[in-house]
């Protein structure tokens, strides 16, 4: 048994969420608004610019710059989906373990039916960053739609002193799948934590090589 661990964008860490040229058209746009609120700075200085003026300009710098992190976000995930989907294309995969922002991914995998399914590799998301993944992106929580016919083949691990990456935890609770919570932090150190999330990647995988 061998692990595969794609290499996956995840902004803002790393350079490889960049090399696209929509995100390099969407950082040319934001250049050339803070450049022209330069400009209106420099005119206010001159002259006596009217308020509604400089509140319009406000208002369009700071919605430019928040939709433009919203679709970064949705790119990422995008992008780290098709790398994710070719690795278990091209390979015989038992089970996809999806860890905080790598958690989201396979959210969103399982959310559109790739993954998770008969036939397909089981699922183990352990504290899954969905909820502050669709706050940033604006997009719908993945824990909130997603229902599986198989819910011994998808299993979710949160942690109960997290509230900043998993702010809503309870969602998961309440979709249907197997969920598990453990008295840990993010990144779960617990002896406890460790030993739950061994076994049940083991069985996932005894499950897949039973078929």
């Known amino acids: 048994m ?10 803002p860490v790393g350079c490889s969420w960049l090399l696209d040229w929509k995100i390099l058209a969407i950082a040319l746009v ?14 206010v200085s001159k002259t006596a610019l009217s308020v509604p003026t400089l509140l319009t300009v406000m208002i369009l710098s700071i919605l430019t710059v928040r939709f433009s992190v919203a679709f970064i976000v ?4 995008s992008k780290a989906i098709q790398i994710s989907q070719h690795y278990v294309q091209q390979n015989q995969v038992a089970a996809v373990v999806g860890f905080s922002w790598g958690g989201g991914v396979v959210a969103e995998m399982l959310r559109r039916g790739t993954v998770g399914g008969s ?3 089981a699922v183990l998301l352990i504290a899954p960053t ?3 993944i669709s706050r940033i992106s604006m997009v719908r929580d993945p824990a909130t739609v997603i229902r599986v016919e198989e819910n011994h083949r998808v299993h979710v691990f949160h942690d109960s002193y997290d509230h900043f ?5 309870d969602r998961w609770a309440q979709s249907g799948i197997s969920f598990h919570c453990c008295e840990d932090n993010h ?4 002896q406890y ?7 049940t990647l083991i069985n996932l995988i005894e499950s897949y090589n039973d078929n």
């Open 165 to 169: 990456f998993c702010p809503h935890a």
């Open 2 to 11: 061998s692990v595969l661990q794609p290499s996956i964008p995840m902004p």
């Open 130 to 132: 969905t909820a502050l």
């Open 74 to 77: 949705r790119n990422s995930i």
């Open 119 to 121: 036939n397909q590799p």
């Open 187 to 190: 990144i779960f150190l617990s």
């Open 193 to 199: 934590s460790k030993q739950a999330l061994k076994e």
């Open 30 to 43: 934001v250049v050339l608004e803070f450049l022209g609120c330069l400009s209106v700075s420099v005119v």
